[in-house]
């Protein structure tokens, strides 16, 4: 009976061994898939478009969206020079952590890099704040624009996905603008068969989803796949907090907290980055890809309604700036 009872389970613990493997299987043939047409994609945009960029803000999905352009251009062991050069709006409210990071791959692998300062609009005129510690976020619509325009992009590549907020689930792959940038969800072109349409006039602009059809989930296990690196703040640490509502706003000197409100010290991590003045972090233990991984397939909030402030009035704020010309 001992015997039995042995191989028996020996049989069951197998079973178990196989499906699992099966399963990976599956799941890295389904990024493979996904990867394949984000390469597709970014090929596309480089053969229409004259001038493109890529948006790059060290947030996990432009990492992805990078690492991607990059499989898309290496020839063999020649070294990877992209077509294009990456493109940052800078709110000068970053998170210091993601500069860094951001600064250091840049210059580590060579690459040319666009900054345009949200400071610079405010210098010029062309973006008003109530008062210094007032989001900047809805006003990298105005720095974007006016960075398109002085470096002459035709499109743009970023990385929105279609899961993160209604108003993206919207929006084409191929998301065309109008001369004063501006987004029209009733005025899209046709997508059939993976056929693009990058065609524009003078002045006009394209914007590029190639990471569209992914979510949160398979953005973080090509990253365990792949062994991308990130900023810090992506994974567990310790934070200064004041909970607001179902949020937890990080004490800093662009958010800090009133006199009779009570602080506390969490371990937490961000899902998204973003100016500091209305991106929260989240309580998390998870310190590498692979916790992540796991505690993203069981999370039943959105990315963005988790951590994002600004995005709390209605459920028609980011469709509001997008047609104001926002990503």
């Known amino acids: 009976m001992l015997a039995d009872g042995g191989g028996y389970k020996s049989k069951k613990k197998n079973a178990v061994y196989i499906r699992r493997e099966i399963m990976n299987q599956l799941n890295h043939a389904y990024l493979?898939?996904?990867?394949?047409?984000?390469?597709?994609?970014?090929?596309?945009?480089?053969?229409?478009?004259?001038?493109?960029?890529?948006?790059?803000?060290?947030?996990?999905?432009?990492?992805?969206?990078?690492?991607?352009?990059?499989?898309?251009?290496?020839?063999?062991?020649?070294?990877?020079?992209?077509?294009?050069?990456?493109?940052?709006?800078?709110?000068?409210?970053?998170?210091?952590?993601?500069?860094?990071?951001?600064?250091?791959?840049?210059?580590?692998?060579?690459?040319?890099?666009?900054?345009?300062?949200?400071?610079?609009?405010?210098?010029?005129?062309?973006?008003?704040?109530?008062?210094?510690?007032?989001?900047?976020?809805?006003?990298?619509?105005?720095?974007?624009?006016?960075?398109?325009?002085?470096?002459?992009?035709?499109?743009l590549m970023g990385g929105a996905r279609r899961d993160e907020e209604k108003a993206r689930a919207k929006e084409r792959i191929f998301s065309f603008r109008d001369e004063f940038g501006q987004w029209d969800p009733k005025a899209q072109r046709p997508e059939l068969w993976s056929l693009y349409n990058a065609r524009i006039l003078p002045g006009e602009n394209m914007r590029v989803f190639p990471i569209s059809n992914w979510t949160e989930l398979d953005i973080w296990q090509y990253i365990l796949r792949e062994k991308l690196e990130l900023p810090s703040i992506y994974f567990a640490h310790k934070r200064e907090v004041v909970r607001k509502g179902n949020l937890l706003v990080p004490v800093t000197a662009i958010t800090p907290k009133a006199p009779t409100v009570e602080s506390e010290w969490l371990t937490v991590r961000f899902r998204t980055v973003g100016d500091i003045s209305c991106t929260c972090p989240v309580a998390s233990v998870a310190q590498n890809a692979q916790d992540i991984v796991e505690e993203t397939a069981l999370t039943q909030v959105s990315e963005r309604g988790a951590t994002r402030m600004d995005d709390q009035t209605s459920e028609a704020s980011m469709e509001r700036r997008k047609k104001e010309g926002y990503f």
């Open 32 to 155: 493979d898939w996904l990867e394949s047409e984000s390469i597709y994609i970014i090929r596309e945009v480089v053969a229409q478009c004259a001038r493109p960029a890529m948006l790059f803000s060290s947030g996990k999905d432009s990492v992805v969206m990078r690492h991607l352009a990059r499989k898309a251009f290496r020839y063999g062991l020649r070294s990877v020079e992209l077509p294009f050069p990456l493109v940052h709006i800078d709110t000068g409210h970053n998170y210091p952590e993601v500069i860094e990071f951001r600064d250091r791959l840049v210059q580590r692998d060579h690459e040319t890099l666009v900054i345009g300062h949200v400071e610079d609009s405010i210098a010029r005129g062309t973006v008003k704040l109530r008062k210094p510690t007032d989001s900047r976020n809805a006003a990298q619509a105005v720095t974007l624009l006016e960075t398109i325009a002085e470096h002459g992009f035709d499109a």
